[in-house]
């Protein structure tokens, strides 16, 4: 009978063990979301596309006609696949990551200017992603 006791009482631990490290990473990974973009520069009167890009059709998630500090929610995503996250600058489109699983619908991109040179237009943006399972930093390097 004791051992029997002993079993069940590993048993039911170890359920619980589980369902407290279950919680844990769902409310770390259910922090932030959205995307965030940082510019301590000042406004940079360029325009900015950040795009959700499936293998025949893309989404864009933020547009603006200039780069300034700014967060927005991720909106329901009407498209499903799985996709890639880009950032079009001057025309030219740079992948910030390359895989985001199809069933991925909230994850945080922080979008940072690391620095702005106004009179060659180069722009070096310090680009975060995370969708609680795949992190990517990337720095993506725009020149006029």
């Known amino acids: 009978m004791n051992k029997s006791k002993r079993k069940v009482l590993t048993i039911v631990l170890s359920c619980i063990v589980l369902v407290v490290l279950g919680t844990l990473f769902f409310l770390k990974n259910n922090g932030k979301t959205g995307i965030f973009i940082e510019n301590n520069k000042g406004s940079i009167e360029v325009p900015i596309t950040i795009a959700r890009n499936y293998l025949n059709d893309s989404?864009?998630?933020?547009?603006?006609?200039?780069?300034?500090?700014?967060?927005?929610?991720?909106?329901?995503?009407?498209?499903?696949?799985e996709s890639s996250i880009s950032v079009t600058?001057?025309?030219?489109?740079?992948?910030?990551?390359?895989?985001?699983?199809?069933?991925?619908?909230?994850?945080?991109?922080?979008?940072?200017?690391?620095?702005?040179?106004?009179?060659?237009?180069?722009?070096v943006l310090d680009c975060n992603y995370d969708d609680g399972i795949n992190k990517t930093e990337k720095q993506l390097i725009f020149q006029k």
């Open 59 to 81: 989404e864009v998630l933020y547009e603006s006609n200039s780069i300034k500090s700014t967060n927005k929610p991720i909106e329901e995503v009407s498209i499903s696949g």
């Open 89 to 123: 600058i001057y025309g030219e489109e740079q992948t910030v990551t390359g895989y985001v699983d199809s069933n991925t619908k909230n994850f945080s991109l922080l979008v940072k200017v690391a620095s702005y040179d106004e009179s060659t237009g180069k722009i």
